[in-house]
Protein backbone atom coordinates (compact mmCIF):
# COMPACT_ATOMS: atom_id res chain seq x y z
CA UNK A 1 0.00 0.00 0.00
CA UNK A 2 2.89 2.29 0.90
CA UNK A 3 3.87 2.13 -2.60
CA UNK A 4 1.03 2.55 -4.34
CA UNK A 5 0.47 5.75 -2.09
CA UNK A 6 4.26 6.78 -3.05
CA UNK A 7 3.66 6.04 -6.75
CA UNK A 8 0.32 8.34 -7.11
CA UNK A 9 1.85 11.12 -5.23
CA UNK A 10 5.08 10.96 -7.31
CA UNK A 11 2.40 11.24 -11.03
CA UNK A 12 0.50 14.28 -9.05
CA UNK A 13 4.07 15.67 -9.11
CA UNK A 14 5.03 14.67 -12.22
CA UNK A 15 1.57 16.08 -13.40
CA UNK A 16 1.82 19.36 -11.64
CA UNK A 17 6.09 19.86 -13.04
CA UNK A 18 4.29 19.76 -16.64
CA UNK A 19 1.13 22.12 -15.92
CA UNK A 20 3.68 24.81 -14.53
CA UNK A 21 6.16 23.95 -17.78
CA UNK A 22 3.09 24.16 -20.02
CA UNK A 23 1.81 27.66 -18.03
CA UNK A 24 5.63 28.84 -18.43
CA UNK A 25 5.97 28.13 -22.11
CA UNK A 26 2.25 29.69 -23.14
CA UNK A 27 2.57 32.62 -20.94
CA UNK A 28 6.16 34.30 -20.91
CA UNK A 29 6.28 34.44 -25.13
CA UNK A 30 3.29 37.31 -24.85
CA UNK A 31 5.48 38.69 -22.02
CA UNK A 32 8.45 39.06 -23.62
CA UNK A 33 7.16 40.86 -26.53
CA UNK A 34 6.63 44.01 -24.10
CA UNK A 35 8.57 45.33 -22.17
CA UNK A 36 7.29 49.16 -20.59
CA UNK A 37 10.95 50.18 -20.04
CA UNK A 38 11.41 51.50 -23.32
CA UNK A 39 13.37 48.41 -24.96
CA UNK A 40 14.07 44.47 -24.79
CA UNK A 41 16.49 43.57 -21.76
CA UNK A 42 17.37 40.73 -23.45
CA UNK A 43 18.99 41.54 -26.83
CA UNK A 44 15.25 41.75 -28.84
CA UNK A 45 14.26 44.07 -31.28
CA UNK A 46 11.21 46.69 -30.13
CA UNK A 47 9.11 49.28 -31.90
CA UNK A 48 7.47 52.16 -30.68
CA UNK A 49 4.35 54.14 -31.96
CA UNK A 50 4.12 57.48 -31.71
CA UNK A 51 0.46 58.11 -30.53
CA UNK A 52 1.16 61.85 -29.41
CA UNK A 53 3.22 64.84 -29.16
CA UNK A 54 3.58 67.33 -26.34
CA UNK A 55 3.86 70.87 -25.96
CA UNK A 56 7.48 71.09 -25.37
CA UNK A 57 8.00 68.44 -28.58
CA UNK A 58 8.22 64.85 -26.55
CA UNK A 59 6.88 62.47 -28.34
CA UNK A 60 4.40 59.90 -26.25
CA UNK A 61 4.68 56.56 -27.38
CA UNK A 62 2.60 53.37 -26.85
CA UNK A 63 4.00 50.75 -25.08
CA UNK A 64 7.13 49.24 -26.80
CA UNK A 65 6.44 45.79 -28.48
CA UNK A 66 9.31 43.27 -28.69
CA UNK A 67 10.49 40.74 -31.07
CA UNK A 68 12.95 38.03 -31.05
CA UNK A 69 14.54 38.96 -34.12
CA UNK A 70 14.53 42.23 -36.29
CA UNK A 71 12.87 40.50 -39.10
CA UNK A 72 9.57 40.08 -37.20
CA UNK A 73 9.74 43.89 -35.49
CA UNK A 74 10.12 45.17 -38.74
CA UNK A 75 7.47 43.10 -40.49
CA UNK A 76 5.01 44.35 -37.20
CA UNK A 77 6.43 47.82 -37.94
CA UNK A 78 5.80 47.88 -41.30
CA UNK A 79 2.17 46.26 -40.93
CA UNK A 80 3.83 42.97 -43.04
CA UNK A 81 4.79 45.27 -45.94
CA UNK A 82 8.63 44.31 -44.96
CA UNK A 83 9.12 40.59 -44.91
CA UNK A 84 12.34 39.30 -44.47
CA UNK A 85 13.80 36.10 -43.42
CA UNK A 86 13.80 35.50 -39.66
CA UNK A 87 17.79 35.52 -39.65
CA UNK A 88 17.76 38.73 -41.10
CA UNK A 89 19.95 40.97 -39.04
CA UNK A 90 19.45 44.53 -38.33
CA UNK A 91 22.40 46.05 -40.39
CA UNK A 92 20.06 44.65 -43.72
CA UNK A 93 18.14 48.41 -43.38
CA UNK A 94 21.84 49.75 -44.51
CA UNK A 95 22.70 47.34 -47.29
CA UNK A 96 19.48 46.57 -48.71
CA UNK A 97 17.92 49.72 -50.93
CA UNK A 98 14.73 48.26 -50.87
CA UNK A 99 14.23 47.43 -47.29
CA UNK A 100 15.92 50.85 -46.28
CA UNK A 101 13.70 52.68 -48.42
CA UNK A 102 10.43 50.92 -46.64
CA UNK A 103 11.88 51.67 -43.49
CA UNK A 104 12.03 54.86 -44.07
CA UNK A 105 8.64 55.12 -44.90
CA UNK A 106 7.26 54.20 -41.21
CA UNK A 107 10.20 54.64 -39.29
CA UNK A 108 11.82 58.29 -37.71
CA UNK A 109 14.77 55.97 -36.93
CA UNK A 110 15.82 52.68 -35.63
CA UNK A 111 18.30 52.52 -32.49
CA UNK A 112 21.20 50.07 -32.28
CA UNK A 113 23.23 48.83 -29.43
CA UNK A 114 25.71 47.76 -31.57
CA UNK A 115 27.92 49.67 -34.32
CA UNK A 116 26.61 49.09 -38.02
CA UNK A 117 23.29 47.98 -37.04
CA UNK A 118 24.38 45.21 -34.74
CA UNK A 119 22.61 44.15 -31.55
CA UNK A 120 19.68 45.07 -30.29
CA UNK A 121 17.23 47.43 -31.23
CA UNK A 122 14.23 49.98 -30.96
CA UNK A 123 12.27 51.42 -34.20
CA UNK A 124 10.50 54.57 -33.46
CA UNK A 125 7.27 54.64 -35.74
CA UNK A 126 6.07 58.04 -36.84
CA UNK A 127 5.10 60.45 -39.70
CA UNK A 128 6.86 63.55 -38.35
CA UNK A 129 10.22 64.49 -38.63
CA UNK A 130 9.78 68.17 -37.37
CA UNK A 131 11.93 67.76 -34.56
CA UNK A 132 9.88 66.16 -32.09
CA UNK A 133 11.93 64.06 -29.73
CA UNK A 134 11.81 60.76 -28.27
CA UNK A 135 13.73 60.05 -24.18
CA UNK A 136 15.70 56.87 -24.30
CA UNK A 137 14.08 55.40 -21.22
CA UNK A 138 15.78 51.95 -19.30
CA UNK A 139 17.85 49.96 -21.25
CA UNK A 140 17.95 52.17 -24.10
CA UNK A 141 19.49 55.02 -22.05
CA UNK A 142 23.17 55.24 -22.81
CA UNK A 143 23.49 52.46 -24.90
CA UNK A 144 23.16 53.46 -28.75
CA UNK A 145 26.13 53.14 -30.93
CA UNK A 146 24.46 53.13 -34.71
CA UNK A 147 21.11 54.40 -36.14
CA UNK A 148 19.03 54.09 -39.00
CA UNK A 149 17.91 57.50 -40.36
CA UNK A 150 14.37 57.50 -41.31
CA UNK A 151 14.39 61.31 -41.07
CA UNK A 152 17.19 63.19 -42.84
CA UNK A 153 18.31 64.53 -39.65
CA UNK A 154 18.80 62.88 -36.10
CA UNK A 155 20.33 64.81 -33.10
CA UNK A 156 21.39 62.70 -30.27
CA UNK A 157 21.53 64.11 -27.05
CA UNK A 158 23.40 63.09 -24.05
CA UNK A 159 20.48 63.74 -21.40
CA UNK A 160 16.41 63.70 -21.48
CA UNK A 161 14.31 65.90 -23.06
CA UNK A 162 16.55 67.18 -25.57
CA UNK A 163 19.21 68.81 -23.01
CA UNK A 164 23.11 68.58 -23.11
CA UNK A 165 25.84 68.13 -26.10
CA UNK A 166 24.84 66.40 -29.08
CA UNK A 167 25.76 64.01 -31.77
CA UNK A 168 24.57 65.01 -35.08
CA UNK A 169 23.53 62.01 -38.21
CA UNK A 170 22.06 63.21 -41.41
CA UNK A 171 21.24 61.33 -44.84
CA UNK A 172 17.67 59.83 -44.40
CA UNK A 173 17.51 56.02 -45.41
CA UNK A 174 20.82 55.45 -44.21
CA UNK A 175 22.83 53.98 -40.95
CA UNK A 176 25.21 55.74 -39.03
CA UNK A 177 27.68 55.00 -36.26
CA UNK A 178 27.90 57.61 -33.21
CA UNK A 179 31.08 58.71 -32.98
CA UNK A 180 33.48 57.13 -30.41
CA UNK A 181 33.44 60.35 -28.25
CA UNK A 182 29.49 60.22 -28.24
CA UNK A 183 29.10 56.36 -28.11
CA UNK A 184 26.66 55.23 -25.50
CA UNK A 185 25.94 58.68 -24.04
CA UNK A 186 22.30 59.14 -26.01
CA UNK A 187 19.41 59.14 -23.65
CA UNK A 188 17.01 61.63 -26.13
CA UNK A 189 16.71 61.80 -29.98
CA UNK A 190 15.58 64.44 -32.03
CA UNK A 191 13.96 64.07 -35.52
CA UNK A 192 14.19 66.92 -38.25
CA UNK A 193 13.44 66.54 -42.07
CA UNK A 194 16.73 69.09 -42.42
Known amino acids: MHMRRRA ?8 SLLTL ?4 VVVSPANARRDGTGGSTSGGHCV ?4 DQRSDGELVTGEPMCFGTFAEAMSFASAGDVELALDTPGSAVFTDE ?8 FTLG ?3 DGANGT ?11 SGGYWNALGFWAN ?5 FNGCYHLRHYDNPSRVGSYYNTYGGG ?3 NIASWFDNRTESVAYYAW
Open 174 to 176: QVD
Open 98 to 105: LVGTLAAS
Open 21 to 24: ATVV
Open 48 to 51: AQVV
Open 119 to 129: GSSIGILGTSC
Open 110 to 112: IHF
Open 143 to 147: RISSS
Open 8 to 15: VVRRALIL
